[in-house]
């Protein structure tokens, strides 16, 4: 069944994703140009993860009970209406609202896309078909910050606010349309265990713990990287995009290796592996005083990042046999926004009050943290 349903799946996500990459490297600089402090910028950005992390555990549950087509579909078609909002927006506080409107909207893809492919991945091969997942999801946030960087430089940032919501009606239309109902084992549809009875694997532990991490990173790369290069460098908005996409599209491009890798070799001692590249290059950010230095960079942690990130969520879909799907990916994806609060809030703080070098060195600290945490859970 999944070699049928999976292109369905990977091209709504690869749409989707393609249109929320469009602004990545845009927003920053958007945001910067009404004249808001690291901290706002922080807060704007926070503000996505901050509803997606309220909302996800009770979505992941009620795709669980109720499917997975039905919440995927509105959270499309929602992410597409929001999308307008940035071209209305006036000031940060309205931005603020627009990117808590989306982060819901977030909540119903993501975690239950992830799910999905769960629910129809053959045991054993885990690894395998998350990997193409990961390529599908970053191969469209990757291609995002290149169309986007040039759609601004020569018709000004509303197209590609439009473009993102065209993107996702697009990927909201092939999912009603073509994609089918998963039929979800019996035994995961009787399991509705808690999310304390979750929390008390020691396996969602550590996969909790290194997905906090990563996505404390995840969150400061995207906020902070646009403004450090343009800041410090004088980059271009076309080259940011390169830089943004390049790092994405590394990933995409290795996940199915990683996958395959995942499932024929020690998963732990891979995580452990992706994630010391990840940090060691977010540590040499702050070297950096050239475009090429910075390629060179945002190729290793596409490195790190293609290493790791299908074996997390390989190791997830074992853990979600056991607890429900849903319900274990939606720990993960709240740990992730978790992380997305935390890490742009915190560092605009730490940029304000020190300077945007600290950023970087605060957040190679946080995947220290998450890793070594991994490593004690899952001992």
């Not at 602004?23 to 901290?39: E, R």
């Not at 209305?88 to 819901?104: M, P, T």
């Not at 091969?125 to 290149?146: H, V």
């Not at 400061?220 to 996409?245: D, E, H, K, N, W």
Request: net charge positive; with cysteine.
């Amino acid at each position: 069944m999944i070699k049928k349903v999976f292109p369905i799946l990977a091209l709504c996500m690869f749409s989707s994703m393609l249109g929320v990459g469009i602004i990545t490297p845009l927003l920053p600089l958007y945001v910067q140009s009404m004249g808001t402090t690291g901290v706002w910028l922080g807060i704007i950005f926070a503000a996505f993860s901050t509803s997606y992390m309220i909302t996800t555990p009770f979505i992941g549950r009620l795709s669980d009970r109720r499917g997975r087509k039905l919440f995927l579909s509105i959270g499309l078609l929602f992410y597409s209406i929001t999308s307008l909002g940035f071209v209305w927006a006036v000031n940060v506080h309205q931005i603020s609202l627009v990117r808590l409107a989306q982060g819901v909207a977030g909540a119903m893809i993501t975690p239950v896309a992830q799910a999905y492919v769960g629910d129809v991945s053959p045991e054993g091969e885990e690894g395998k078909w998350m990997g193409y997942a990961n390529a599908a999801f970053f191969s469209g946030f990757g291609f995002g910050p290149l169309i986007g960087g040039t759609l601004t430089e020569h018709f000004g940032m509303n197209v590609a606010f439009y473009s993102m919501g065209g993107l996702n009606l697009l990927a909201f239309l092939i999912a009603t349309l073509f994609l089918p109902e998963v039929n979800r084992q019996k035994t995961e549809q009787s399991l509705h265990p808690s999310f304390t009875e979750i929390s008390q694997s020691s396996m969602v532990r550590g996969l909790f713990s290194i997905r906090l991490g990563q996505s404390v990173g995840r969150g400061v790369i995207m906020t902070f990287l646009p403004i450090f290069a343009a800041t410090y460098l004088g980059l271009s908005t076309s080259l940011i995009g390169i830089l943004i996409a390049i790092n994405v599209l590394l990933q995409s491009l290795l996940a199915p290796l990683g996958g395959r890798i995942a499932d024929r070799f020690s998963r732990r001692a891979l995580i452990v592996i992706g994630s010391t590249i990840s940090l060691m290059s977010l540590a040499a950010i702050p070297s950096a005083q050239n475009f090429g230095q910075l390629l060179v960079l945002s190729l290793t942690l596409g490195i790190g990042g293609a290493i790791s990130m299908p074996v997390v969520t390989a190791l997830a879909v074992e853990e979600g046999r056991k607890y429900g799907m849903g319900s274990t990916m939606a720990g993960l994806t709240l740990a992730m926004s978790l992380g997305m609060i935390i890490g742009p809030i915190s560092a605009g703080v730490i940029a304000d009050a020190i300077n945007i070098d600290a950023v970087f060195f605060f957040v190679a600290g946080a995947i220290l943290t998450g890793t070594g945490l991994f490593i004690r859970f899952t001992k």
